[in-house]
Nanobody
Framework: QVQLVESGGGLVQAGGSLTLSCAAS????????MGWFRQGPGKEREFVAA????????AYADSVKGRFTTSRDNAQNTVYLQMNSLKPEDTAVYYC?????????????????WGQGTQVTVSS
């Protein structure tokens, strides 16, 4: 049974930083690309960032480029999202996603594995 468990969310002031973690189990972690998506209040779910299965490539949404960094530790089956210079518009539930294909990394697919999400709230 695949499990993705996010942690590290919370309340932070604008301009602050948070690091999210996602611990994976029940899958061959190093064979999956790992992505982060988010859904803000009243908004559609959107792609945030991704790292390829051997961390050879990363991808970011324009809205977070230069502020967020994703990385992974295949030995620990864990992926991270370092978020700096947070803005109120970054407020959302953040989801960790295990994905099979890189070419559509920014799309949610039926064969993805999703975590339960962690809330990030940025106050102004």
């Amino acid at each position: 049974q695949v499990q993705l468990v996010e942690s590290g969310g919370g309340l932070v002031q604008a301009g602050g930083s948070l690091t999210l973690s996602c611990a994976a189990s029940g899958l061959t972690f190093s064979s999956y690309h790992m992505g982060w998506f988010r859904q803000g209040p009243g908004k559609e779910r959107e792609f945030v960032a991704a790292t390829s299965w051997r961390a050879g490539a990363t991808a970011y949404a324009d809205s977070v480029k230069g502020r967020f960094t994703t990385s992974r530790d295949n030995a620990q089956n864990t992926v991270y999202l370092q978020m700096n210079s947070l803005k109120p518009e970054d407020t959302a539930v953040y989801y960790c996603v295990a994905k099979r294909r890189w070419y559509d990394i920014s799309r949610a697919n039926d064969d993805d594995y999703w975590g339960q999400g962690t809330q990030v709230t940025v106050s102004s």
